[in-house]
């Protein structure tokens, strides 16, 4: 469930469910999926980070993410790239 | 119809397809039908880099004390990058050049295959370094069975389409009579199926076979040997990336319609193709790994490990282009491979040019006096 969390030091901040298989992370929108993946210690695909090499693509089963740049590799629906994609909701991942 | 160096006909090239309409005339960039072709050139332009910029001298000295059945796989998969490379560095422009309708397109491919002869050189470069006699290398190439096999697999379809595309600039659609070769169908059809799975088999080749051989250099390069020359694969990796997002953009597009309504029907029929075409390839690598174990395997890397790796890899490129994987293999067996392959720390001195960040010009011209105000000598 999307939740706000209030901060001392920074402002109030959404918190949103990742559902990957088995697995549940927290994560917010102040940055992509990826490196809040890495930091839960999921090993996930990566290569330029930056939206055009598409090795970070995964499945997005449900839930909405947004691009604050849109990537320039080509997202199928059913897919987004964890590189640079800002979750917006409770989501659910599965790895390709 | 035979291919004219400047149309002169008058036309809007935002309503061409991306190949086999008008050819270009006026080359423009302010409009583009497929912006995502000029954000391409754009990134390879930013990207500019020169192999003599990475000193290669340790490179030598750990090549020297590499035991034989390494020096094997070094240099193997080294003559394997320059086979690749020699390919990619015309066959873009012979094949496509005369058949593409799109300013953007035409250019792309221009900068795509001008950015592979700086990795032919590279090569040059490395094997410069490393060896007394670069002649004995490259000669080999030519001569070696193993090498063989894969140039006539990654050279069999633009081959394919330079002579159908060559036979319709000259005789137009048709069927005719080619020595050697007996009837020839030239349609739009073959035409367009021929270019269908050339860009297959080159998204194939950037995509699969290109990694499979930096997991090589790169795990020399784990054990800090051969450092040089990761560097130079490292930059080398960072351009296949744009490239592959290329041919798969061209793949979408094809596959979607939304480029060329016909080219969506030849899509579908050669869905099943498509597939053969990647798991062929993926067989291949995988015969070619154990060719370059065949003496023995390497700390951190081994023709079975290779192989998994090229099923793995070879999933997630079908995938991008919305095919079902074909391989068991759901994970990276070699992970270690993402920390050489991440573009952002290519390098970190912001003045050299290979960062990817560094935009050259980008100098405020906007000043006056009173930008100094707070200048104190």
């Given at each position: 469930m999307t939740t706000l969390i209030s901060n001392t030091e920074h402002q109030d901040q959404t918190v949103h469910r990742v559902l990957l298989g088995k697995k549940q992370i927290l994560v917010t929108e102040d940055e992509p999926l990826l490196p809040q993946l890495e930091r839960?210690?999921?090993?996930?695909?990566?290569?330029?980070?930056?939206?055009?090499?598409?090795?970070?693509?995964?499945?997005?089963?449900?839930g909405k993410v947004s691009y604050p740049v849109e990537p320039m590799a080509w997202v199928h629906s059913g897919y987004m790239l964890s590189c640079c994609a800002i979750v917006k909701s409770d989501i659910e991942i599965s790895m390709l | 119809?035979?291919?004219?160096?400047?149309?002169?006909?008058?036309?809007?090239?935002?309503?061409?397809?991306?190949?086999?309409?008008?050819?270009?005339?006026?080359?423009?960039?302010?409009?583009?039908?497929?912006?995502?072709?000029?954000?391409?050139?754009?990134?390879?332009?930013?990207f500019f880099w020169r192999p003599e910029e990475v000193d290669l001298s340790n490179d030598r000295k750990d090549f020297l004390k590499l035991e034989d059945h390494e020096q094997h796989i070094f240099l193997s998969n080294l003559?394997?990058?320059?086979?690749?490379?020699?390919?990619?560095?015309?066959?873009?422009?012979?094949?496509?050049?005369?058949?593409?309708?799109?300013?953007?397109?035409?250019?792309?491919?221009?900068?795509?295959s001008f950015s592979e002869t700086i990795h032919s050189r590279s090569y040059t470069h490395i094997i410069r370094n490393i060896v007394n006699d670069p002649t004995k290398v490259f000669d080999d190439i030519v001569v070696n069975d193993e090498i063989a096999k894969r140039a006539i697999s990654v050279s069999k379809?633009?081959?394919?389409?330079?002579?159908?595309?060559?036979?319709?600039?000259?005789?137009?659609?048709g069927v005719h009579h080619v020595p050697e070769r007996g009837e020839v169908v030239v349609s739009m059809k073959t035409l367009k199926k021929a270019l269908y799975l050339t860009v297959a088999s080159v998204n194939v080749l950037e995509a699969i076979r290109f990694y499979v051989s930096f997991a090589c250099s790169f795990a020399f390069a784990e054990r800090t040997l051969m450092e040089g020359n990761a560097k130079i694969i490292k930059l080398i990796a960072r351009d296949e990336a744009l490239h592959l997002n290329g041919t798969q953009h061209?793949?979408?597009?094809?596959?979607?319609?939304?480029?060329?309504?016909?080219?969506?029907?030849?899509?579908?029929?050669?869905?099943?193709?498509?597939?053969?075409?990647?798991?062929?390839?993926?067989q291949q690598e995988r015969e070619?790994?154990?060719?370059?174990?065949?003496?023995?395997?390497?700390?951190?890397?081994?023709?079975?490990?290779?192989?998994?790796?090229?099923?793995?890899?070879?999933?997630?490129?079908?995938?991008?282009?919305?095919?079902?994987?074909?391989?068991?293999?759901?994970?990276?067996?070699?992970?270690w491979i993402n920390a050489w392959l991440v573009s952002d720390n290519v390098?970190?001195?912001?003045?050299?040019?290979?960062?990817?960040?560094?935009?050259?010009?980008?100098?405020?011209?906007?000043?006056?006096?009173a930008d100094f105000d707070d200048f104190d000598l």
């Open positions: 839960a210690g999921v090993l996930a695909e990566y290569q330029c980070r930056e939206g055009y090499c598409s090795a970070c693509m995964i499945k997005l089963l449900w | 119809m035979s291919y004219s160096t400047f149309n002169r006909k008058k036309f809007d090239s935002l309503q061409e397809p991306m190949f086999f309409g008008e050819n270009v005339n006026v080359a423009r960039y302010d409009q583009q039908k497929h912006p995502i072709f000029e954000k391409l050139i754009e990134k390879q332009l930013s003559k394997y990058q320059t086979l690749l490379d020699s390919v990619q560095g015309r066959s873009p422009n012979v094949a496509l050049l005369p058949i593409v309708s799109l300013p953007e397109l035409e250019t792309w491919i221009e900068t795509w379809y633009y081959d394919d389409l330079i002579e159908l595309v060559s036979l319709y600039n000259t005789l137009g659609l061209m793949l979408n597009l094809m596959m979607s319609g939304r480029d060329d309504p016909e080219m969506a029907e030849i899509a579908q029929e050669c869905q099943q193709d498509v597939i053969n075409i990647f798991v062929e390839a993926a070619w790994a154990q060719y370059l174990f065949k003496d023995g395997s390497m700390i951190g890397l081994n023709a079975q490990i290779l192989g998994q790796y090229v099923e793995y890899i070879t999933n997630i490129r079908m995938q991008a282009i919305g095919l079902e994987p074909q391989f068991a293999t759901k994970n990276n067996p070699i992970p390098q970190v001195a912001p003045q050299e040019a290979e960062i990817s960040s560094y935009l050259v010009g980008q100098i405020d011209n906007d000043l006056d006096g």
